[in-house]
């Protein structure tokens, strides 16, 4: 083989190993060893203290979507017993 078969052969296995190298890393994100509880921590607030939360989608008369949201919907939902 002369030089440049060489050289040509040299370049081509270099440029695979820096490609190669270039490319991202991927990482497990989940963890299977982790317990639950350490994967989330426990909300400590009460439930339904802020009641349900309603989305609703409605157009108006150009036929636009509209979103909204209803916070407190009723009163037995307000977090008064």
């Keep these: 083989m ?5 050289f040509q052969v040299a370049l ?3 440029s695979m ?3 190669a190298l270039a490319m991202p ?3 497990e ?3 299977l060893s982790a317990e639950p509880s350490e994967i989330r921590d426990k909300r ?3 439930h339904g203290i802020t009641g349900p939360v309603h989305t609703f989608v409605k157009t ?3 036929a636009n979507f509209k979103w909204g949201v209803r916070h407190h919907v009723g009163h037995h939902y307000a977090g008064r017993k």
Excluded at 2 to 6: E, G, M
């Design 2 to 6: 002369n030089f440049s078969a060489i």
């Design 12 to 14: 081509l296995v270099i």
């Design 17 to 19: 190993v820096l490609s």
């Design 25 to 27: 890393q991927y990482f």
């Design 29 to 31: 994100a989940d963890d």
């Design 44 to 46: 400590e607030h009460g």
């Design 60 to 62: 108006d008369k150009h």
